[in-house]
């Protein structure tokens, strides 16, 4: 039997290694009522109400499941403002798996990007990464700073063979380095996962080598960690030196690389909250300070206690594979039986999620018209699928004005752990198949109501053409009244 996929029937598909014990009624609202909702959404996903989404595949940001462990522990948690024992079983835990001993809790991940660039980023300073993230490059910019992308070549092809299309170009570090001056760079970042390119992963090897660039020239690494146990998952089944390494030792081995992680717990560790951790205790008392301005005291930075007990146990649950290859697995049952139906989607498949291509989806329309977008809009229309558009809506302006555009056009259907069935995730494949046959009828966007800055958040669009109208007329004439 191999390893990585159940058998069931003669067909391979991934078996869900839990079983269900609470469920959330869903609701599949017949097109009508979908064709009102996305108007009233103002074409943006993240504007559409829950209670009119069927399956909600915009993030697994603070929507994975919790395990029976962790809501068990959310009930000895200590609720003291300060000097908390909660705080101290999360320290402890940090301090065993990362090796870390200082540890700053914080509300979520971007309060971390904050205090970071507020500690460390000054005006016309350059951060080399191996690529961005929004909320990353928000927080960077707004301080002074600069982001430079290092990324392989390889990284933007959405249909590729190689397993760590998220590592940094060594030689393109070396370059910009002796380019700008050392003295010029705040800090090295690597992004465990690269979110927008797909969650594509890094190799232990690659960060080897990143760390041997900054120890060269006196630099400090930092680790966003938020999607690391997808990273560690596919170190230890794609890089050959790590097969035999367990999840707990590859843990290790990244946190010796670097010098300060830090991480979203609603992403690592299945709850809500987040924090950043070292062994600088310069840097531990320089952004110390933050804490309290920004997020709380220091033993609960703006989290729940009752969350914070819930990311001890998530923590422990990420060292065991068993646990940590459930999203990668269905993500690549999902890719691949998209991939067989014809529809272009990036691959390897990566963390997350499942990431459609738009540029080659919808290749008909223009960056500029936001094809990524609008294929999410269409999605849900046929679907009730709520995505999210990773691609030039999801970047910002440059100082004339115009748009950026993005170096890949994404849909990305996330799926986070332990919420969604198989059958869902065939029923997601059917419509988006569908769809993939019926893509020409999908037009363009454009703004009528954009914010200046994380746009893609709450800005409003509406359709170029009545193109959402003729996509309705052929769902119903090809599914009468199915919903």
Known sequence: MDDNVKFFYGENVPLEMHKVRIVQRLNLLPIEKRFDAINEAGYNTFLLKNRDVYLDMLTDSGVNAMSDNQQAAMMQADDSYAGSETFTRLENK????????????????????NILSQNYVFQ????PMNYHFTTTKAHITINGGIVEELFLDEALVAKSENPFKGNMDIKKLRDLIEEKGADKIPFVRMEAGANLIGGQPF????????????????????????????????????????KNMSIKEITKAISDLSDIIYFSARKLGCARGGGMCMNDEEAYMQMREYVPLYEGFLTYGGMSVREMEAIVVGLDETMDEGIIEQGPKFIKYMTEELEKKGVPVVTPP???????????FVDHIPQSKYPAGALASALYLVSGVRGMERGTLSEERDKDGNDTLAHMELLRLALPRR????????YAVDRIAWLYENRKLIGGLKFVDEPRVLRFFFGRLKPITDWPDELYQKFKEDFGDSL
């Open 419 to 426: 919420v969604f069935t198989l059958s869902q995730i065939k």
């Open 124 to 127: 016309d300073s350059v951060i």
């Open 94 to 113: 940090i301090q065993e798996l990362f090796g870390k001993k200082y540890f700053l809790p914080m509300h979520q991940g971007r309060a971390c990007e």
């Open 203 to 242: 190799s232990l090897q690659n960060l080897e080598e990143v760390r041997k660039v900054c120890d060269d020239f006196g630099l400090k690494l930092v680790l966003d960690a938020s999607l690391l146990q997808d990273n560690l998952y596919f170190i230890k089944n794609r890089e050959e030196k790590c």
């Open 350 to 360: 990566g963390g997350l999620g499942c990431h459609l291509n738009a540029i080659e």
